[in-house]
């Protein structure tokens, strides 16, 4: 039985390739983890594949590497942030080491020519294999004539799709049972825009690219506001935000302000540094996202 690595995206493309390939290969299914997803827990997260679709998924974290080329992309941008090329060829490298140091014959994708975002472009898909150096290695189960293996495969079982329709998909999807239907691919914060000025504002604060991992989670939730260049005002928005940023504060390098007596945000500053040059902007910003029956209470020190 052949050995396959099925690179995860939490999207239903390449959910429908596990499906495709579950009964005839032996599969590793991985998902790489960088703080742009919209996984708020991991453990969570898995638990969830596991118990929608029996897979039991290798999350692993490459976050680190992936900031590596967030400022810095060989091959641009697209809409937004978001450095489709680098970051498939930055996957691909990687899933290419465990498939040597394991002994997997090739890795699945559920890319599809022709879709969004542009890296699915066929010219690009050519680039980012040779780039990835993984030529001869690519299963593509819902493209099958792009894939290019150096072995025997029945392809009847495959489709070969290209474009943006998702009409064969969402029959597969039926014919599998799979409820509720994810979105084609998994999400991916850096094509919002709304996240990615948020991200620009946490570069103006740091300047360097070394930025901690965490600094880019905690900025998905919350109001972010910039103060003289130099910090950053992470403000919740409601309980739940405000619960998360409270978590944050706990394991995080940052300046945690919360006033319990009075019904106020929770408020996270970045970095963790002295903010008394900042006090009374602070002061103004509890002032504006709280009742003002509590505004003579609001001191921080
Ligand atoms: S949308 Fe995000 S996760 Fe997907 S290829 Fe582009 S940068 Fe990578």
Redesign the pocket.
């Known amino acids: 039985m052949q050995k396959i690595i099925l690179l995860f ?1 939490g999207g239903l493309d390449s959910l429908l390739c596990y499906y495709l390939l579950k009964d005839d290969f032996q599969l590793k299914v991985i998902q790489f983890y ?1 703080p ?2 919209h996984i708020q827990d991991k453990d969570e997260y898995i638990k969830k594949i596991k118990m929608n679709h029996n897979i039991d998924l290798n999350l692993i974290n490459i976050s680190e590497k992936y900031l590596e080329i967030l400022f810095n992309p060989k091959f641009g941008y ?1 809409n937004n942030l ?7 060829i930055l ?1 691909l490298k990687e899933a290419k080491k465990i498939m040597e140091e394991e002994g997997y014959d090739c890795i699945a994708t559920g890319e599809i020519p022709g879709q969004r ?1 542009f ?1 699915q472009q066929k010219s690009f898909m050519n680039l980012i294999e040779k780039e990835a150096g993984v030529r001869g290695f690519i299963l593509r189960p819902l493209a099958i004539s792009t894939s290019k293996i150096n072995f025997e495969i029945d392809k009847s079982k495959f489709l070969d799709l290209k474009g943006r329709s998702r009409k064969s998909q969402l029959q597969l999807a039926k014919k599998f049972n799979i409820n509720p239907i994810p979105s084609p ?2 999400g ?4 919002d825009e709304g996240y990615c000025k948020k991200v620009m504002l946490l570069r103006k604060v740091f300047k360097n690219n070394n930025l901690p991992p965490d600094y880019f989670e905690i900025i998905k939730y919350g109001r972010v506001i910039l103060i003289n260049n130099e910090y950053l005002i992470v403000v919740g928005r409601n309980k739940k935000e405000n619960k998360i940023l409270k978590n944050f504060s706990l394991n995080i390098p940052s300046v945690p302000i919360h006033l319990s007596e009075i019904p106020s945000p929770f408020i996270l500053v970045l970095p963790k540094k002295d903010i008394s040059p900042i006090k009374d902007k602070i002061i103004n910003i509890l002032k504006k996202y709280t009742k003002k029956e509590f505004h003579e209470k609001i001191k921080i020190f």
């Open positions: 995206s960088m742009f997803l697209g978001n450095p489709c090329v680098d970051c498939k996957f975002p890296s691919a998994g991916c914060l850096l094509t």
